[in-house]
């Protein structure tokens, strides 16, 4: 079974940098893609952005088009999510997960099979 743990938050100012990683252990690790969602205080999870595992297209949402930017180093299993410009509505518990079939639209929860437990970021305005 896949496990996925991210890590990197803190909490920061505005403008400021940090890079999170997700770090996949278990069975042998080949997904169809990698994304990353975040769940802001009240709010409900959503997308971030998503890598394909074995090609290089890369996707964002609007939020982050332009701040964050995704990469993978297949070697380490790991996928890292390089946020910078960051500004407080960035506030949030992100997550990684693993999408395995591609079957699925990469927006929805329900497209990955496996999370991870998150890891915080809070950015003081």
């Known amino acids: 079974q896949v496990q996925l743990v991210e890590s990197g938050g803190g909490l920061v100012q505005t403008g400021d940098s940090l890079r999170l990683s997700c770090a996949a252990s278990?069975?042998?690790?080949?997904?169809?893609?990698v994304a990353w969602f975040r769940q802001a205080p009240g709010e409900e999870r959503v997308f971030v952005s998503n890598?394909?595992?074995?090609?290089?297209?890369?996707f964002y949402s609007q939020a982050v088009e332009g701040r964050f930017t995704i990469s993978k180093d297949i070697a380490q299993n790991t996928v890292y999510l390089q946020m910078n410009d960051l500004k407080p509505e960035d506030t949030a518990v992100y997550y990684c997960?693993?999408?395995?079939?591609?079957?699925?639209?990469?927006?929805?929860?329900?497209?990955?099979?496996?999370w991870g437990q998150g890891t915080r970021v809070t950015v003081s305005s």
């Open positions: 890598i394909r595992w074995s090609a290089d297209n890369t």
């Open positions: 278990g069975r042998t690790f080949s997904p169809y893609a």
């Open positions: 997960a693993a999408d395995l079939t591609g079957w699925g639209l990469m927006d929805q929860e329900s497209t990955y099979y496996s």
